[in-house]
């Protein structure tokens, strides 16, 4: 039972476009998303968040768009540098601070 | 300030030998998670942590695996007897005790490798 999904198992963008990265949850307990990213043999980085009360978060050159109705959130990196190619996990946790994450989208920033 | 060790970063093994990681969460970290993660899945949370007791053991494969965090500080993963499907990355993530609502920042280690033949 996958309960946050990531459908896009990679995505290319040139640098100084915009990356956007997808995804969807399914348990309506979820009250709080995060976005962390992975370089290769290094663990999982805490990258930006988003609390279930609010619509948006913007951090930089990171935002998160949330939309309760539709279970859906996604991140926006503008503009997008070579820095940035690595795998992008979306997480979600209700109250016991238990995080389920997707199976992640692999960016690719091209020059 | 240090962040979370673990050891080995790799490790290989034949099936149904055993094997132990350790981790080493930051300092004065009171909650200590490890995760399973299988190429092209996302980490799942194998057990939870907080200083030396179980919160959260839901999906540990107690048949196998076992894990402990004596004097609420490092803690081992261990693994009797590996099979294939154990074959991931196991990382061990730490993050300060949550005092009321939001979100404490989970802090990851660099993970253990593991290869099951």
């Known amino acids: 039972d996958q309960q946050v999904k990531q459908n896009s198992p990679s995505l290319s963008v040139q640098e100084g476009r915009i990356s956007i990265l997808n995804c969807d949850y399914t348990?309506?307990?979820?009250?709080?998303f995060l976005w962390y990213k992975k370089y290769p043999a290094e663990g999982p980085t805490f990258l930006i968040s988003?609390?279930?009360?609010?619509d948006k978060n913007e951090d930089g050159r990171f935002t998160v768009f949330l939309n309760k109705s539709a279970k859906h959130l996604s991140l926006h990196i503008v503009p997008s540098q070579p820095g940035d190619s690595a795998v992008y996990f979306c997480?979600?946790?209700?109250?016991?601070?238990?995080?389920?994450f997707g199976t992640g989208t692999r960016l690719q920033v091209t020059l | 300030e240090a962040g979370v060790a673990q050891s080995p970063r790799y490790k290989i093994i034949e099936k149904r030998q055993s094997v132990a990681f350790w981790c080493n969460p930051i300092?004065?970290?009171?909650?200590l998670y490890w995760y399973q993660q299988i190429l092209g899945q996302g980490p799942k949370l194998l057990i939870q942590?907080?200083?030396?007791?179980?919160?959260?053991d839901s999906q540990l494969p107690k048949d196998r695996f076992s894990a402990e965090r004596l004097k609420g500080v490092d803690s081992t993963l261990k693994i009797q007897p590996a099979k294939l499907e154990d074959s991931a990355v196991y990382l061990c993530?730490?993050?300060?005790?949550?005092?009321?609502?939001?979100?404490?920042?989970?802090?990851f280690g660099p993970g253990t490798r593991l290869t099951v033949l």
């Open positions: 993530a730490s993050s300060s005790f949550r005092t009321s609502g939001g979100y404490n920042e989970q802090f």
């Open positions: 348990n309506s307990m979820f009250d709080y």
């Open positions: 988003i609390s279930s009360i609010k």
């Open positions: 997480a979600a946790t209700g109250t016991a601070s238990k995080l389920t």
């Open positions: 300092s004065g970290h009171a909650t």
């Open positions: 942590f907080q200083n030396n007791g179980v919160v959260d």
